[in-house]
């Protein structure tokens, strides 16, 4: 639980951290990765770090140097660890608590411009977040982003619609080449849960079933797809937000594709964030 009785998964340590560092945030200095993923009330991980996605390299070392003098003023200590051109980790201690923090240069091309998170600053939209675990999945075996896209599958939007959207931002992908490759993961022992952080206990043989239904939601819905609309996700204005086009979504979802620092839906340009 966080500081002041905030109801969300980060040690009280990474929640002061993350709250120093707000005023630091702009769009183009965001948190993202796990912490702000499950940054959300419902969610069942921890987050080990806190990671900081910035559009160029310029923005990297100028948010680093901003952020060390922000923790320096408050008396906590930033060890570098590793420090190169568009990427910087360091350890941030104050007495017995530590968490790791990175900088890095991420692209920006993204489906929705970052969002004004009142505990953290700038954080990624919900939605890239969730499209980046999906990649990420598909790149690494690890049960933390396992956990991660069955979380947003869940909470946010289908595994399917998610994995159409991420050929968008990795066009080296087709659906199918990408669901190929997570279709392999999902095949973690208990040992493996247990060495993560986790809100409550989780059953492998409940996640298992659960993933396995995605999977084949997610086949079944990318055959369904027209080719002109790959890589996009759909937004319906009457439900106002992203949604799995299907037999039981509102009939007016539209294509909503990405762009550099993204963009909100054509139809709601006016509106806040969904």
């Known amino acids: 639980m966080g500081d002041g009785g905030a109801i ?11 709250g120093l560092l707000a005023v630091n945030r702009a769009p183009d200095s965001h948190l993202a990765g796990g912490a702000a993923l499950h940054i959300r009330p419902n969610s069942k991980r921890y987050s080990n770090d806190l990671d900081y996605f910035h559009d160029s390299e310029k923005r990297v070392a100028e948010a680093f140097a901003a952020d060390r003098a922000t923790l ?20 941030v ?11 890095a240069h991420d692209s920006a091309w993204r489906f929705m411009p970052a969002v004004k998170d009142p505990q953290a600053g700038y954080i990624l939209h919900p939605i890239d977040l969730a499209v980046n675990k999906v990649l990420a999945l598909a790149g690494r075996d690890e049960a933390r982003d396992f956990l991660d896209v069955l979380f947003a599958h869940e909470t946010l939007l289908s595994f399917g619609a ?18 190929e ?19 409550e206990a989780v059953d492998p043989l409940t996640l298992k079933t659960k993933w396995l239904a995605a999977v084949d939601e997610a086949d ?3 055959r369904s797809r027209r080719p002109e609309e790959l890589g996009c996700l759909y937004y319906s204005p009457e439900a106002r937000r992203f949604v799995t086009p ?27 964030h969904p």
């Open 8 to 18: 969300v998964p980060l040690t009280p340590f990474q929640a002061k951290v993350a």
């Open 72 to 91: 320096e003023n408050s008396a906590i200590r930033t060890a570098v660890q590793i420090a190169q051109p568009g990427y910087i980790r360091a350890l």
């Open 93 to 103: 201690e104050e007495g017995t608590d530590g968490t790791k923090v990175e900088w």
């Open 162 to 179: 998610l994995l159409w959207a991420a050929v968008g931002k990795d066009p080296g992908f087709t659906p199918m080449s990408l669901l």
């Open 181 to 199: 490759l997570i279709r392999r993961r999902g095949r973690y022992q208990p040992v493996d849960f247990q060495r993560l952080r986790l809100a």
């Open 220 to 222: 079944r819905f990318i």
């Open 246 to 272: 299907g037999a039981d979504a509102p009939p007016d979802a539209a294509p909503h594709f990405g762009r550099p620092a993204g963009v909100l839906p054509a139809l709601y340009a006016g509106d806040s």
